[in-house]
């Protein structure tokens, strides 16, 4: 629980994460009372030597095996759309990011994008 982050309206609980402040706006206009989310610590420096960033987290996904990017893609597509980041946005909006032609379809669908099949 010391990673999970949550905000109520009625202020009855408090959270032991940082709360953005971007959450109470988002969610009194959208007439929500209660908000919860995952407060996982970036592991994305350890893992790749550079700060987050959109830009780092592209040139990241670019260097993924086609599994990976497969699995990349999935994972950004299929999220619901409420969840908007800069990074979404900068990836649903690249060439190389397709949306798979069926949300219904599994990961390797997807790889005909990064690893064609050989003739």
């Avoid at 999970?4 to 959270?15: E, V």
């Avoid at 040139?59 to 993924?64: E, K, M």
């Avoid at 980041?85 to 994008?113: C, E, G, K, Y």
Wanted: hydrophobic share 40%; net charge neutral.
């Amino acid at each position: 629980m010391r990673h999970m982050g949550f905000w109520f309206a009625d202020s009855r609980r408090n959270c032991q994460l940082p709360v953005p402040d971007t959450i109470p706006i988002w969610a009194q206009s959208k007439s929500i009372d209660v908000v919860v989310w995952t407060g996982l610590p970036t592991k994305f420096k350890n893992e790749t030597g550079e700060d987050f960033s959109v830009d780092s987290a592209i040139r990241h996904l670019q260097t993924l095996t086609p599994e990976g990017k497969a699995m990349a893609a999935e994972y950004v597509w299929r999220a619901p759309d409420l969840v908007q980041t800069p990074l979404r946005a900068a990836l649903q909006s690249a060439p190389w990011f397709p949306p798979p032609a069926d949300n219904t379809l599994p990961v390797r669908s997807l790889l005909r994008w990064w690893a064609p099949e050989p003739p």
